[in-house]
């Protein structure tokens, strides 16, 4: 039986939402999260956009080292000879692409402006993916960008060309959010039984259905008998009205009604870290986590009118599907109410051993601390704000690494 597995793109679609990013070392701690949680596949960035560069290289020799496995880590680029030439030569150990074509009419028309038809689409495509396989990539995906308004003959056209030139799956794009549960089931089942190759599955939110859209695209996958990739976002943070939130997907596919009966996961989630990612990436991106946000929103677990309070004590299951201790909620946070002392990027040594020794951090001598408080000024300069305690950590334990992440080199 296919599976279903997940891959985050929240390094990818998150940060090129409008008004929101990360600095690298938050983008590094997402992908740490990630692998403790079991996702299959984090799409970490740009690889051929410059400033991408050194936290791209430092991402990978993380995994080399073994911190970040195993999770596999993927680059998107444009389905463009070029954008993998440049990717190979900026990042010659990326191992995980995916390549970005637009294939709906709409898009070949309005974008190209009557430079390109669907067999330049089609032969571009099929070139940048020999190109790629070339270069010695261990896994392609190939993404149809707007799938969900494509013809569905040209898609799986599409799909059949990728299949043959060596692509591992297809990445279909509801760019717009403009599928529903119904028709994204039958096209993806369609797609996965007349190309048979996995298919990924890209939601969007603009009609309010992500995770609905993710899970019947999962399901037309497996039932036409392919593997089903869902991608998601932590907190659902993306373009627009944003894509399918990773925690709300993972509830989804695992509490909800039969579904796990026939469709599961190909992987073990680690849903107990679910609270602490969400929570970090909301800190992050400077985005609150709606009240209502399923699994981790503040008022997930709350309850006050006398009916609904009376039957969670008697018994939770009278108005909870699954418990708060399986997300990792219900430890209690300590918050500083008196004197605090922050390392930031004007700190003094004094200040910065006294906030580390909190975390029982100590360091072998004068330098060693320097030089990490060194690194903890650059860090707070890039993310503007107090690194939380896992930033810190990591700095502490990886200082060679959070010095290639801080480096930006402008114009080299
Ligand atoms: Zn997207």
């Known amino acids: 039986m296919p599976k279903i597995y997940f891959i985050d793109v929240t390094n990818r679609d998150g940060v090129q939402t409008a008004k929101l990013g990360l600095s690298k070392l938050e983008k590094t701690l997402i992908n740490i999260y990630l692998n403790e949680m079991g996702v299959f596949q984090s799409e970490f960035g740009f690889p051929t956009t410059k400033h991408e560069t050194h936290y791209l ?115 279909y794009c509801d760019t717009l959010g403009y599928d529903n549960p119904f028709t994204i089931y039958e096209t993806v089942k369609a797609l996965a039984e007349n190309i048979g190759i996995a298919i990924e599955l890209h939601c969007h939110g603009d009609l309010g259905m992500a995770v ?35 925690v709300a997907t993972i509830l989804a596919v695992t509490k909800s009604k039969g579904f796990t009966d ?76 008196g004197r605090e002392i922050i390392a930031g990027q004007y700190s003094g040594i004094s200040g910065f051993s006294h906030v580390m020794g909190k975390m029982e951090v100590s360091f072998a001598n004068r330098d060693e601390a320097n030089e990490i408080l060194e690194l903890v000024r650059y860090a707070n300069v890039e993310s503007q704000k107090p690194l939380v305690e896992d930033e810190l950590l990591f700095i502490a334990k990886y200082p060679q690494i959070a010095k290639k992440l801080l480096t930006l080199k402008p114009l080299e």
């Open 57 to 171: 290289l430092a991402n990978l020799e993380l995994a080399e080292m073994g911190v970040l496995q195993p999770i596999h880590l993927g680059g998107w680029i444009r389905a463009i000879v070029g954008d993998v030439e440049t990717a190979f030569r900026q990042v010659p150990d990326i191992r995980h692409l995916n390549l970005s074509i637009s294939t709906s009419d709409q898009m070949i028309n309005a974008k190209f402006m009557g430079r390109k038809t669907r067999d330049d689409i089609l032969n571009g495509m099929v070139e940048a993916l020999e190109a790629a396989r070339a270069l010695g990539l261990e896994t392609i995906g190939v993404n149809a960008e707007d799938a969900s308004r494509t013809d569905l003959d040209f898609l799986i056209k599409f799909g059949v060309a990728a299949k043959e030139h060596g692509a591992d799956r297809l990445r």
């Open 212 to 246: 609905a859209n993710s899970i019947a695209g999962a399901k037309g996958a497996i039932d036409g008998g392919q593997d089903a990739y869902i991608n998601t976002t932590v907190n659902g943070i993306g373009e627009r009205a944003g894509n399918a939130d990773l």
């Open 262 to 337: 026939k469709y599961q996961l190909g992987n073990p989630i680690v849903l107990s870290k679910a609270w602490k990612t969400a929570k970090f990436a909301s800190y992050a991106f400077g985005v609150p986590i709606p009240v209502n946000q399923p699994g981790v929103g503040a008022n997930a677990f709350a309850h006050s009118s006398g009916i609904h309070a009376d039957g969670v004590l008697k018994d939770p299951e009278n108005y909870e599907l699954y418990g708060f201790e399986e997300l990792g909620r219900g430890e209690p946070v300590k918050v500083e109410t």
